[in-house]
């Protein structure tokens, strides 16, 4: 598993599990939420807003408590679409550019596997990564024109 998140200014450093290591919410809690809290005030500051998916460990009732205690602000699982990729800018975008960067060619083992995602992750325009998080906005005002359908 690899935890990784994106803002305005980079790709936030990720965090890769060890093999068969699931995630659950005491180690969501315990070093991914850290993490991310320290990451993101390196990249922006004090002032930003912590966005996340409808995974389990995540809406555990003490994750939610934590990032409530801790992060400057949240967009909380009551204002968060469930299952809404297209506001999601890893899965509209990010995850494809990694994939789309890495040699995979040079992926023989789970430690070349690991070796190629941090390239690949490095290898992400930041322009590119702007503009992704620049068009979320209109992603929105699609999607509601939509009523909640797909977009590309």
Known sequence: MVWLAASKNGLLLPIICEPGETLTHENYIEIVLPHALSEGQRLLGDN??????NATPHNHKDSIAWIKKNFPRFIDEKKWPPNSPDLNVLDYYVWDAIGHNMHWDNVKSYDSLIDEIKKGISRVPKNDLLRSVQNWSSRIVSILKTKGAYIK
């Not at 930003?48 to 998916?53: C, E």
Request: aromatic content about 34%; proline content about 0%.
């Open 48 to 53: 930003f807003i912590y966005q996340q998916d």
